[in-house]
């Protein structure tokens, strides 16, 4: 399965934010988005998953404009993990992560759905969480129970909107090594928008760089990742430095120092 971008352009209201986007990102592929606060990320991950039709351009998913898509159907093959939760307080992590299961449910819980309910709290690690309030969770904390309920929708395609922003060193690690892996072995498909370049680097197959709404580039994230993009960019001076494991990351620091 694959999802393509055709020509893509969004408003708000009368203002243009993203301009004639197109890529495309295959089964087993993690695609990164990546570009500085205000380049249109979000609202791309937003116009991929339906909530913001686009302005103009078309959304396909496996050749099928994606507004044609029934409700249902949409829900089965797509899991978006915004940027900020809306939630019900009071709600459990366990009942929360159970609302991924809605689209395969019908009036019961069947075991399976426990089960998969069971694995998606497991791998973000939240199975001890399970009887708590979200209301009553760390920012880190609630923001792994929300991808455990993705991951127990079993989409096609993961829509994360910066879904490390609030974790910490290591869960930042392992959440996208994780999806990575998933990614990899369901051949499933994730759009990420990420902040940490490096990140991008070690854990995606392709990157689309963004700047004011517009492609800078798209391709491998070395080919992408370059000293002269980042600065372009973002403003900042990169280096690329090889490290103790034979790995090349991008060393940055602000373009005055
Ligand atoms: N609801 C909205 N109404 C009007 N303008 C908006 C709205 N949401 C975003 N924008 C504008 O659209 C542009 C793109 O915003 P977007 O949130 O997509 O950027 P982003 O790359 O995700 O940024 P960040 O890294 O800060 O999350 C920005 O100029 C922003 O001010």
Redesign the pocket.
């Known amino acids: 399965m694959k999802i393509a971008t055709e020509s893509v352009s969004q408003k708000?209201?009368n203002?243009p934010?993203l301009h004639d986007i197109s890529f495309t990102a295959d089964a087993g592929e993690v695609v990164a988005l990546l570009?500085?606060?205000?380049?249109?990320?979000?609202?791309?991950i937003k116009t991929i998953a339906d909530i913001l039709p686009p302005a103009s351009g078309k959304i396909l998913i496996d050749g099928t404009d994606a507004s044609a898509l029934d409700p249902i159907d949409r829900a089965k093959l797509i899991g978006y993990v915004p940027?900020y939760f809306h939630y019900t307080p009071f709600t459990t992590v366990l009942d929360t992560v159970l609302i991924g299961r809605r689209p395969y449910m019908s009036w019961s819980v069947t075991d399976d759905d426990l089960a998969v309910v069971d694995n998606s709290l497991a791998t973000m690690h939240v199975t001890d969480l399970a009887g708590r309030f979200v209301n009553e969770l760390s920012g880190g904390q609630r923001q792994r129970v929300f991808i455990a309920r993705t991951l127990a929708q079993q989409p096609a395609f993961y829509l994360f909107d910066?879904p490390t922003s609030s974790l910490d060193l290591r869960h930042q690690l392992e959440t996208v090594a994780t999806m990575q892996k998933i990614v990899h072995e369901e051949k499933s498909c994730m759009i990420i928008?990420l902040?940490d370049l490096n990140l991008a680097l070690r854990y995606t197959d392709k990157v689309v760089m963004?700047k004011d709404?517009r492609t800078y580039a798209c391709g491998t994230p070395e080919e992408v990742l370059t000293e002269d993009a980042v600065r372009d960019v973002y403003g900042v001076c990169a280096e690329i430095v090889e490290n103790s494991h034979g790995r090349f990351i991008l060393s940055y620091a602000p373009s005055d120092v």
């Open positions: 708000y209201g203002v934010v570009g500085p606060n205000g380049s249109g990320k979000s609202t791309l940027q910066e928008a902040h963004l709404g």
